[in-house]
């Protein structure tokens, strides 16, 4: 049975449920604010550990000893998104050891972070114990925590009865930590040391507060002791509001059927505000290293979310159009119209010394806002953001049809001016990710096949709202005969004859980049593959050398440059999957598509149902269940957001003359699959 709803059908959201720890690591988050520590809740300065605040790391030591040695620890687990409880007890456990002593640790992070510990004597015996909790702060910028930093400014501790805030000042750029425990106990600049005397069965505990301190604010944590079960984020939409609105799922599948709420879950967990001065609420690119505002991740989530939770787009298409470029910065690598790539507000940032202010620094997103933004039209009908966004999306029109074909050829080529720039600027942006078959590495400008894809769907979109919302029809007429030139040049000049398919990119010399990578599959999305050349293009895809079993690889197992562990070279990404399911979709080619979908289902039950960035490109037959990426970013947007576009691939979702429509299509392991209370249409709520 296969069935979509208009009906708004309510359920009550319960907490979420516990959470599974990613390798050694004990991660909670509150969109940009998040904490990552080991199993025993302890920090010591190590990669993206501690517990950081808007994009700078607050605590880097956070270390617990009792008579000297740290926590023998029994369970930890992450209980909400924000809250993770540990038991422990004395070191000295062991076979044969029943220490009478119990701790435990219990942490919740909401903009500011509150931890409760807890000990308690079990025996009938009196103990004497030490205490100990050491702290201090690197205050490091997130750019800096991958290697040792090497900060120019000072830090300082100030001392008071009840904790200690600590201090960093470079010139007028200065941040705070400040830390109080309730229980009295001797403090000093690096910790707190507590002499605890437990009678029999007797027990002591003590709160502790961190406040991050951000332009003189404290930022104090908005969860109290035992705050278990109650998601209270500071945003527009409650949690249980959130998980209200979206459509219930009911499928056979027990897998998809908790990806699908872990989906949903994660993206919750991720949002956050990019501004403090603003309203919009979007989701965080991904944890650790991209809690913050992004153009082509934040954009292609919400495109996946659309059907689901429209308002998070709504919010998205606002927010990065308040930041669009209005002039050239060659540091920042803008240009007028252009929508950014990364936002941040750490130390590097804000005194200059990188350009991430925002940093504009890719040539795909601001395509991607003209595709979102037809989109979200299609899916709500909501005019009056359309027509409000004209401005910019004129901008962004603007800037497609200038300053993005460096050279006047009809192509969009990419080249950083900044000295601290991408060096590549598509969505495979690491720097040896445009490679040739033989492993030589593209120099630039460089006009990737999928951005010349984007650029073909972003006139056909921006013409239907020029026609439609705007009344203007010589604009849309334009960028239809545009587009059409568009798609006539491309499908000569990216397609290699004698090997089948379309090439990468066109590097600076115009030569054909030839790898066989993931890339041509969002051809198939954007819509400018000819019906005829299609099927050869979906083959492609699906052959051993691309398919691992578990989703497209991102390059061939053929070309010089592929190892199933390299970032963009081999893994495989749930959403640039996602994104090719659909888009054989688009071309009717269910089969495949539903087989994609069932992959990355399949692929998901072993992450716990949590979909990682990317996974190793091994293939399915040698390994029999996916292999972590080593450094692979957990919650990631756009990896929560694959399986609602996995969804609506299946069901075969779209709007046609202003109603839903459903063509499903499906593989025998879903079975039954209904979504009820699926509308056209956005609540004025943000996300």
């Known amino acids: 049975m296969t069935c979509v709803s208009d009906t708004v059908v309510s359920f009550t959201a319960v907490s979420a449920p516990i959470l599974p720890r990613v390798a050694a690591d004990l991660a909670v988050i509150d969109g940009s604010t998040y904490f990552i520590s080991t199993e025993n809740g302890d920090v010591e300065v190590k990669g993206a550990e501690g517990f950081f605040h808007t994009d700078m790391r607050h605590l880097s030591t956070w270390r617990l000893l009792v008579d000297g040695e740290p926590v023998h620890v ?47 004597n079990n025996s009938e015996e009196t103990h004497r114990l030490e205490v100990e909790l050491c702290f201090g702060s690197d205050f490091a910028d997130i750019f800096e925590c991958k290697q040792k930093p090497k900060k120019a400014g000072k830090t300082t501790a100030e001392l008071a009865e009840e904790g200690a805030t600590l201090w960093y000042r470079n010139g007028a750029f200065e941040r705070g930590t400040k830390i109080e425990f309730t229980a009295p106990g001797k403090v000093e600049e690096d910790r707190a040391v507590f002499d605890v005397v437990l009678a029999p069965r007797e027990r002591w505990s003590t709160c502790i507060k961190v406040s991050p301190i951000v332009d003189g604010n404290e930022h104090p944590a908005r969860k109290g002791c035992g705050s278990f079960g109650r998601p209270e984020p500071q945003m527009p939409l409650s949690l249980s509001e959130w998980l209200e609105r979206a459509p219930t799922l009911e499928t056979d599948s027990d897998t998809l059927r908790h990806t699908y709420r872990r989906s949903l879950l994660d993206l919750a967990a991720l949002r956050f505000r990019p501004f403090a001065d603003g309203d919009y609420s979007l989701a ?95 899916w709500t009908g909501d005019r009056e953001l359309v027509c409000r966004l004209e401005p910019n999306a004129r901008a962004a029109i603007r800037w497609l049809e200038r300053e993005a074909d460096t050279d006047g050829d009809g192509y969009l080529e990419y080249e950083s001016r900044s000295t601290d720039g991408l060096q590549n600027q598509a969505w495979k942006d690491s720097d040896n990710s445009m490679c040739f078959a033989d492993g030589r590495v593209a120099e630039a400008p460089i006009a990737p096949c999928e951005v010349q894809g984007y650029a073909y769907d972003a006139r056909v979109r921006a013409a239907r709202l020029a026609r439609e919302s705007w009344g203007d029809e010589k604009l849309a007429n334009r960028l239809e005969r545009d587009a059409r030139k568009l798609g006539d040049r491309f499908n000569r000049d990216f397609w290699d004859d004698d090997r089948g398919q379309y090439v990468l990119a066109l590097d600076g010399s115009k030569q054909q980049v030839d790898s066989t990578t993931s890339n041509p599959g969002h051809l198939l999305w954007s819509g400018i593959v000819p019906e005829a050349r299609a099927p050869v293009v979906v083959a492609r895809l699906l052959a051993p050398d691309l398919f691992s079993g578990f989703g497209i690889r991102t390059m061939s197992t053929k070309d010089a440059a592929y190892n199933p562990i390299e970032y963009h070279n081999g893994t495989v990404w749930p959403h640039d999957t996602a994104l090719i399911a659909e888009g054989m979709r688009r071309y009717g080619f269910r089969d495949e598509a539903a087989r994609l979908a069932e992959a990355l289902i399949d692929a998901s039950e072993d992450f716990s149902h949590r979909l990682p960035e990317c996974f190793a490109g091994f293939p399915r037959e040698e390994t029999g269940r996916p292999v972590e990426y080593p450094t692979a970013a957990s919650p990631q947007a756009w990896a929560s957001g694959a399986p609602l576009l996995l969804i609506r691939t299946l069901l075969g979702l779209d709007v046609v003359d202003g109603h839903i429509r459903a063509e499903p299509h499906l593989p025998d392991s879903i079975g039954e699959l209904a979504l009820h209370g699926l509308t056209r249409g956005v609540t004025s709520d943000a996300g």
């Open 284 to 378: 965080a690119a991904g944890l650790p290293w991209f809690m913050a505002l992004f153009g082509r991740d934040s954009l292609l989530t919400a495109y996946q979310a659309l059907p689901f939770q429209p308002q998070l787009v709504r919010s998205t298409l606002e927010a990065l159009a308040s930041v669009q470029a209005t002039e050239r910065d060659d540091f920042r690598d803008a240009e007028p119209g252009k929508i950014m790539h990364e936002l941040r507000f750490g130390e590097l940032a804000a005194l200059g010394t990188a350009p991430h202010s925002p940093y504009y620094g890719t040539h795909d997103a601001t395509l991607l806002f003209l595709i979102v933004l037809d989109e979200y039209e299609r």
């Open 74 to 120: 029994l369970s930890s687990e992450c209980v909400d998104y924000y809250s993770a409880r540990i038991y422990g007890t004395l070191a000295e456990a062991g076979p044969g050891t029943n220490p009478p002593i119990s701790i435990r640790r219990d942490r919740f992070v909401a903009d500011g972070l509150h931890e409760d510990l807890i000990l308690e």
